[in-house]
């Protein structure tokens, strides 16, 4: 079943993709291995790893005329899908879209390595987090991020929050960031599909001091 926020529905589709419902328009963030809920209005994609830029999933569910706001370096793949408004973003960026904003913040590791000094998720590639505000209510989508200083100043009322470890936060640091920012719901996600299972969520949420809900996958 969707959360439903005000008049937002929302949905976790696995891994770190989402559904978000606003009236009539349909969003997706990070569409990967999906159920599409239909074809999207707007499709926000945090950068260009297989598990969040899907060229598969984005053929199901882009129509022309679909906004397709993603990282600028998933330009050259974004390129062969040949449908859909593409957007281009770096981290600071604010565009509009059908019904709502954007906004992007810097999504990046610290403390997670692919091999001495080298991160899987570096600052420079321009990953990003990312602020979906529709219907007055504002929905942030981390990417695959540690907890970053560019986080602490956040005013969301929901988050979605890798809590897997390994290329992104762990329960403990997916924790220490909501803490911070003070969402009202945390909803986490990146777990299920490649790293992780839903004992990081619950692991998360017996650590977080605010709302948590843990969505089943639809």
């Known amino acids: 079943m969707p959360y439903t ?10 891994h770190a993709a ?7 328009a349909l969003y997706y ?6 159920k599409p809920k239909g074809l999207a209005d707007v499709v926000l994609i945090s950068h260009d790893h297989f598990d969040h830029l899907s060229l598969d999933d984005l053929k199901k569910i882009v129509k022309p005329e679909t906004e397709i706001v993603a990282s600028e370096a998933c330009r050259d793949q974004l390129r062969s899908l040949g449908s859909g408004i593409i957007k281009l973003v770096k981290p600071g960026d604010s565009v509009e879209v059908k019904n709502g904003r954007v906004e992007t913040i810097p ?9 001495p000094g080298e991160v899987y998720h570096p600052k420079e590639k321009n990953g990003v987090g990312i ?43 997916a924790a220490e960031a909501v803490n911070t920012f003070k969402p ?17 969520a619950e692991k998360f949420k017996g650590l977080a001091e605010v709302e ?3 969505l089943e996958k639809e």
């Open 131 to 173: 602020i979906l505000e529709v219907g007055g209510v504002r929905i942030y989508h981390a990417g695959d991020t540690d907890f970053i200083p560019e986080m602490r100043d956040l005013k969301v009322d929901i988050a979605f929050v890798p809590v897997s470890g390994t290329f992104v936060m762990t329960p403990e640091e």
């Open 5 to 14: 926020f005000g008049e937002v529905e929302i949905s976790w589709l696995g």
């Open 29 to 34: 963030f990070d569409p990967f291995k999906i």
């Open 184 to 200: 009202k719901v945390a909803i986490p996600m990146h777990y299920g599909a490649i790293v992780g299972s839903r004992s990081d």
């Open 18 to 24: 989402f559904a978000v419902k606003y009236h009539e």
């Open 107 to 115: 999504a990046y590791n610290i403390n997670k390595f692919r091999s």
């Open 212 to 214: 948590v809900v843990i």
